[in-house]
Nanobody, 124 residues
Framework: QVQLVESGGGLVQAGGSLRLSCTLSGRTFSNYAMGWFRQAPGKEREFVARISRSGGSTYYADSVKGRFTISRDNAKNTVYLQMNSLKLEDTAVYYC?????????????????WGQGTQVTVSS
């Protein structure tokens, strides 16, 4: 059974930081590119960041570039999203995603597995 389990969400003031983690079980982690998407209330799910299978390639949405960093530890089957300089508009449910491409997908329809989501709330 494939599971993606996220942790690290919470409430933070604007300008603060949070680190999300997501662990994959039931599949060989290094066979999957990993990514993060988010969904704010009343909005569609949107791409945030992705990292290739090896970790050598990363890509970010313009809205988070320079503030968020995605990384992975293949020995721990875990992907991370370090979020700095958080803004009110970063408030959303954040979803971990795994897909079988080499580089990772920015399209939610191409994702093979999803985590359950973790809430990130940024307050003023």
């Amino acid at each position: 059974q494939v599971q993606l389990v996220e942790s690290g969400g919470g409430l933070v003031q604007a300008g603060g930081s949070l680190r999300l983690s997501c662990t994959l079980s039931g599949r060989t982690f290094s066979n999957y590119a990993m990514g993060w998407f988010r969904q704010a209330p009343g909005k569609e799910r949107e791409f945030v960041a992705r990292i290739s299978r090896s970790g050598g390639s990363t890509y970010y949405a313009d809205s988070v570039k320079g503030r968020f960093t995605i990384s992975r530890d293949n020995a721990k089957n875990t992907v991370y999203l370090q979020m700095n300089s958080l803004k009110l508009e970063d408030t959303a449910v954040y979803y971990c995603a795994a897909d079988s491409s080499v580089l990772g997908s920015t399209n939610s329809e191409q994702i093979d597995y999803w985590g359950q989501g973790t809430q990130v709330t940024v307050s003023s």
